[in-house]
């Protein structure tokens, strides 16, 4: 849906209209073209990546309370929306056994594989 401020060729209109016409402002110029949409949505990196957040997910929900707890207050100190997506930007990069390692958590207990 479009937001529009003004009359729609103005500088101030963006978004779609009837996913026909899409209004966007790039570099500080109006632009008006058609909606661009992704080829293929099954390319093997797409659902290898798929997959790996399917798993971090998983492992997230796996995590008792304490553990939330502590990705919770990861998060406010390194100004995430919330502990789910501290977790998952750690888990995703390799890094949690890293995290737990360091003794932030008061050892490896969930840093083991």
Same mark, same amino acid.
């Given at each position: 849906?479009? /937001? #529009?401020?003004?009359? +729609?060729?103005?500088?101030?209109?963006?978004? $779609? #209209? *009837?996913?026909?016409? @899409?209004?966007? $402002? #790039? *570099?500080?110029?109006? $632009?008006? =073209?058609?909606?661009? /949409?992704?080829? &293929? !949505?099954?390319?093997?990196a797409?659902?290898?990546? !798929?997959?790996?957040l399917?798993? *971090?997910s998983?492992?997230?929900?796996?995590? &008792?309370?304490?553990?939330?707890? +502590?990705?919770?207050?990861?998060?406010? /100190?390194?100004? +995430? #929306?919330?502990g789910? =997506? @501290?977790?998952? /930007?750690?888990?995703?990069? %390799?890094?949690?056994v890293?995290?737990?390692?360091?003794?932030?958590?008061? %050892?490896? !207990?969930?840093?083991?594989?």
């Open positions: 849906m479009a /937001r #529009v401020l003004a009359p +729609f060729l103005s500088l101030s209109a963006s978004g $779609t #209209v *009837a996913r026909t016409l @899409c209004a966007r $402002t #790039v *570099a500080g110029r109006a $632009t008006m =073209n058609t909606p661009r /949409r992704p080829r &293929d !949505r099954r390319t093997p797409q659902l290898a990546a !798929r997959s790996r399917r798993a *971090a998983a492992a997230y929900a796996a995590l &008792d309370e304490s553990a939330k707890q +502590f990705w919770a207050i990861e998060a406010i /100190r390194n100004n +995430f #929306v919330s789910r =997506n @501290c977790y998952l /930007r750690a888990y995703l990069l %390799g890094a949690i890293s995290v737990y390692s360091q003794g932030a958590y008061g %050892g490896g !207990r969930y840093g083991k594989t």
